[in-house]
């Protein structure tokens, strides 16, 4: 009796979680389904509703048209790729190196360095003394001023430092023993053992070069050509001028079907990432919680 009882307890929860999830499922979802309806529909129709939208106003292509048309679109998909590409790279060489030897019981000042590195976390000296640094060391206007400054994320390399250290230390005496020297441990054995956590703070990294618009508005105040995307569909976002749309005072019209489709082009390439990389997030986030 009293496992029927739990049995229907059981069932009863789960249930009600699933509602709820999907209920916030939804709730988080529909924004990005409006938008890419809207971007599928007639300009002057789309302008002229309000209201929720299930399914295409009509259908047109327009708005993608006009955004694939526009140079300052193809410029900033390609500098944004570059920033991704570049950036986490040098984002994941640093943070690695950082977290393993933060990781070595045998490196003594680690304390100390570590509370340097997490009063970073919480203090910093603003945006115009940092303004100030990178002017100062010639990066201004450059693309050096969107990569170098964020080189590490502090967060980022304490979680890849906890990683390191679940790895269990008879694998790293074994190699020592065999001759292996601090490198050859790290990419044969700490980064091969790491790799769930590791993926998952690649994505973290690769999102926010991604999403990146106001390090760019800073420091490449006169480095249009170095802008990335998301600062661009900036732009689209809080005007949709002749100067934005490229020019062609016979698109005006489109301009809020523009920014639907903008935010479509911007939006779906970043997605496609998680797919890949979904499986590594529940043993990233399970990282440290068992321990040798």
Known sequence: MKQKKLAAGSLIFDSVNVVIITAIGLVCLYPMYHVLMASFSEPIRIMNHSGPLFWPLGFSLSGYKVVLNNPNVINGYKN?????????????????????????????????????????????????????LIRNLGMLNTRWAIIIPGAIGTWNMLV?????????????????????????????????????????????????????????????????????????????LITSSVEVTGGDSSVDFLGELVKYSTTIVTTVPILCLYPFLQRYFVKGVMMGSVKE
Do not use: C
């Not at 100390?112 to 203090?123: A, C, E, G, Q, R």
């Open 160 to 236: 890849m430092r906890t990683a390191f250290r679940t790895v269990p230390a008879a694998l790293t005496d074994a190699a020592r023993i065999d001759g292996a020297n601090d490198l050859t441990i790290l990419v044969r054995i700490m980064v091969p053992v790491s790799k769930a956590t590791m993926a998952v703070i690649l994505l973290f990294y690769a999102v926010n070069h991604w999403n990146s618009w106001f390090n760019a508005m800073i420091y490449l105040p006169r480095g249009r050509n170095l802008y990335p995307l998301q600062l661009f569909l900036r732009e689209i």
């Open 80 to 132: 944004t790729i570059f920033y991704v590409i570049a950036g986490s790279s040098i984002n994941m060489i640093m943070t690695t190196l950082g977290a393993y030897v933060l990781a070595q019981k045998e490196f003594l000042p680690k304390k100390i360095v570590m509370f340097i590195i997490v009063f970073t976390m919480y203090f910093s000296g603003g945006i115009i003394p940092n303004f100030l």
